[in-house]
């Protein structure tokens, strides 16, 4: 169970009243509900609160668990007065450094994961009041946007956006505590989430939280559910932290156990050999009898590798060779951003590769037919990579073109390392993500403020070859292995 199962599991225990046990001299929630009734009647008369429309009464189809026999089920609007915030616009002609402005509570004066709203940045001047909220001390406010109904207790008085909703509760009906530990439950924050279901924008509406379901306990029994949450508290805290650690410890074991995988598979100790393979020397003479006179030419300038070149020891029927010979690199693209249009050839960039993959996003620029290149469109067994970046981290890294993509082109941050064959493109795939290649890559990369990998050292770099027919049974295994490496680092 993770520590936000656990969190939720002690809320409903909390919320269905069995967290603690029920005292017969604390008396009974429906006395508590008939009490606020009058309180709120004698607000509506005095003019101090206004008159709503009626909440449906409660069936016995909504409710959705037992409670104990001295508490009772409500609706939040019968306990509170639940109204959404106001803005005045443009709100920079409201704001204000004087002592005397009213305070402008804003999601940023919250602290992550905290209870209490303690200060703003920010205040109004007094003209604002009239478009906005007046909410005070002792108030509690509902995030009403994309991060719907988080709750916060508040310690000023102050004026909310139409980004907060604000429940003031009429009378002590509730230890405030209690209420905030209940408008953080599951049970509750699902009620949310079903009053706004379908919507396209996540907006908590005023009229639906009136109508959501609380389950009330006599006021003492509240103060003595509070005690023992907040007991169970700094123990469900340590076990989160402990979670944590244990998360990123596995994750930290998985990448290295991955890298660990791809390293046995380029020294050839993954898989065993077979005597009958063809010797990976035929497959690569092979290779370069089927390339073009162009690329023939291109792997004849490589230098011949050195003994000083060759990082381990690779199996008998396995030989080394330069990166040049099996693949040929191609440089992206430069344009003017004038150029940019909302059409034509997608434009591939440094955020379009993670995690080993290719990903088609949003926001990429395209432009117009006349950039076409045809030999800078991506094809299906091409690797990119990163090779001109602001950040040394980043360069080299790789992504595998899995499937055919059209029109589709790299900048001039990229290159393309294509393999002569596909033959090749499985294994290539696995060495581009090793970090024998990520190291050396990145041990190239030139310049102060922009790191650049030439061409040339791509086709240079030196890389253990091993028979097609082995190639294919580690791109098998690798599969199957980091598939649990993935579910280990989860």
Known sequence: MTAKELKNALMQEAIQGKLVPQIASEGNARDLLEEIRK????LIKLGKIKKEKSLPPLTEDEIP???PDNWCWCRLGEIGEIARGGSPRPIKDFLTTSEDGYNWIKIGDTDKNGKYINHTAEKIIKEGLRKTRLVHKGDFLLTNSMSFGRPYILNI?????DGWLVISPYTKVFDKEFLYYFLSSSFSFNQFCDAVSGAVVKNLNSDKVRSA????????EQKRIVAAIEQFMPLMEEYGKKESELNELNKEIAEKLKNAILQEAIQGKLVPQDPDDEPASVLLERIRKGNSSRQIAAYRKLKPITTEEIPFDIPENWCWCRLGEIIRVVSGISYD?????????RILRGGNIQQMKVLLNEDDVFLPKQYRDEDKLIRKGDILIVASTGSKAVIGKAGYVDRDVSDTMIGAFLRICRPHSLDTAGYLRCLFESDFYRKHIRDLAQGTNINNVKESYVTEFVISLPPFAEQKRIVATIGQLLLLC???GE
């Open 39 to 42: 309180e709120k009647a004698k």
């Open 337 to 345: 951003k004038k150029d940019v249009t909302k059409t034509g050839c």
């Open 486 to 488: 993935e579910k280990l």
């Open 213 to 220: 379901l609380i389950p009330l306990p006599p006021y003492e």
């Open 65 to 67: 668990f037992n409670i």
């Open 157 to 161: 008085d102050g004026c909310i956006h």
